[in-house]
């Protein structure tokens, strides 16, 4: 028996309508991070990190966020300008400064709907290796017909992207 084909291009608009919603998922859960702890996404990765290591390092934080080192340093410098984290010689290695959670850190952390760096990770984390091994090369085949596509936007946060646009 020959299994029903669906009609040409409704799986690439199936698929399409999945990325939407992926993407729409991720906004509104950004969304409502900000609005409930007054700061994006990508500081709350930061403060939940730093909570979770205390007196971490600026390279250690960037490995574990995925991003560049420069640009961890800047959402660190304004979450210690913000009073939410501060800098302190490390316990271990007096040398070397480490993040601590400043009381505006702890307050914003207590507000936090869910996970701070996003859903889309927490639901990753969730795949079963394979399934999740499945998806990457599945991905790397579509990223290789994508035109215009900018590799930098690898080490961007989701939260930063998301939150430069408007709602439908």
């Known amino acids: 028996m020959k299994q029903h084909e669906p009609p040409p291009g409704q799986t690439a608009l199936d698929v399409l309508q999945q990325f939407r919603?992926?993407?729409?998922?991720m906004r509104q859960h950004f969304r409502l991070v900000e609005e409930r702890?007054?700061?994006?996404?990508s500081q709350m990765w930061v403060l939940q990190e730093v909570q979770r290591t205390p007196e971490?390092?600026?390279?250690?934080?960037?490995?574990?966020?995925?991003?560049?080192?420069?640009?961890?340093?800047?959402?660190v410098d304004k979450l210690v300008s913000s009073e939410c984290l501060e800098k302190r010689k490390q316990q271990r290695d007096q040398r070397r400064v480490g993040l601590v959670l400043a009381k505006r850190g702890r307050e914003a952390l207590a507000a936090l709907p869910g996970?701070?760096?996003?859903?889309?990770?927490e639901a990753l984390a969730a795949i079963p290796p394979v399934v999740l091994k499945t998806l990457q090369i599945n991905l790397d085949e579509l990223l290789r017909h994508l035109?215009?596509?900018?590799?930098n936007y690898a080490s961007v946060p989701l939260a930063d992207m998301l939150e430069k646009t408007e709602k439908p």
């Open 147 to 151: 035109p215009g596509k900018d590799e």
């Open 56 to 75: 971490i390092g600026i390279g250690e934080l960037a490995a574990r966020l995925g991003i560049h080192q420069s640009t961890c340093s800047l959402l």
């Open 37 to 41: 702890c007054g700061m994006s996404g």
């Open 21 to 25: 919603l992926i993407y729409g998922s």
């Open 115 to 121: 996970p701070a760096e996003g859903i889309l990770p």
